[in-house]
């Protein structure tokens, strides 16, 4: 079954309010990874970026998501994105150097493969670190990326599509799992709210409690109201284009895995 090296561990960085079927899928792979002997799944929930993003509205905790916004001039201009970094990437790291190699904060961490599921249908998202010590690597592009800009091949890497992933997992009778990310993020489609909506109204109603209280972002300067969906209208009242399938934007790889 195994086609890959074994990776020492899995850590999923928990930012409060991904997908339902993701909870699911995670709920699965722990028992899964138990009975199998497979890669020890860690999973961080240091941080709540749903709670923040509610307190937000409360107390003006600073913190910043993709969402849209109308500029001066009437265009559609998009907020500068925090999210992945702070609750993704730095949660990751932060595990890394205190639990995997138990350094003092402040330390060096040794150089380490941090291994990203991104697919050869989405190359572009492929990224270089912005830290030195960690090898961005990609076994399902055949690639790994350094921070001083390199990309290099890998020799074990197996090139495979999402479909191809899909296949796989069917061909080994695993269940096969959504994109993981938060229920509000606004790099979606219109397909993928209208889906959301019908198939998932709780996750739904939790992106609403969001979209309605990123509105009033005037303590972060900015001066107009702020929306989950591209259009600047109420995400509740939104008539979504299910042909519309393009999601609006995307985030180097480290969500929507
Ligand atoms: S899924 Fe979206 S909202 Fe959540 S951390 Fe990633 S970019 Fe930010």
Redesign the pocket.
């Known amino acids: 079954m195994d086609i890959l090296p074994k990776a020492d561990y899995a850590i999923f960085s928990d930012?409060g309010m991904e997908a339902a079927a993701t909870y699911k899928y995670l709920d699965f792979l722990l028992t899964w990874q138990q009975s199998n002997g497979g890669i020890p799944i860690i999973v961080c929930r240091d941080k709540n970026?749903y709670e923040d993003l509610l307190r937000t509205a409360e107390d003006g905790h600073e913190v910043s998501?993709?969402a849209f916004t109308a500029n001066e001039d009437g265009s559609i201009g998009m907020l500068r994105?925090q999210?992945?970094h702070k609750?993704?990437i730095q949660v990751t790291s932060d595990y890394i150097r205190d639990h995997i190699y138990n350094l003092p904060k402040g330390s060096r961490r040794p150089p380490t493969a941090v291994w990203m599921g991104i697919t050869t249908d989405e190359m572009e998202r492929m990224a270089f670190p912005s830290e030195a010590w960690r090898i961005n690597t990609y076994p399902l592009l055949g690639y790994y990326t350094t921070h001083k800009g390199e990309c290099n091949h890998i020799n074990w890497g197996i090139p495979m599509s999402r479909q191809d992933v899909v296949r796989w997992l069917v061909l080994h009778d695993l269940p096969i799992p959504t994109k993981s990310?938060?229920v509000?993020?606004?790099?979606k489609s219109d397909a993928a709210w209208a889906e959301q909506r019908e198939f998932a109204p709780e996750d739904f109603a939790a992106a609403v409690n969001i979209d309605e209280a990123i509105r009033d972002s005037s303590h972060k300067g900015i001066k107009n109201p702020v929306f989950l969906h591209r259009s600047c209208t109420p995400l509740k009242e939104v008539g979504f284009d299910p042909r519309q399938s393009q999601a609006w934007g995307e985030?180097s790889g480290?969500?929507?895995i």
């Open positions: 930012t970026l998501i993709p994105r999210c992945t609750y993704k990310a938060c509000f993020c606004p790099y985030c480290n969500c929507h």
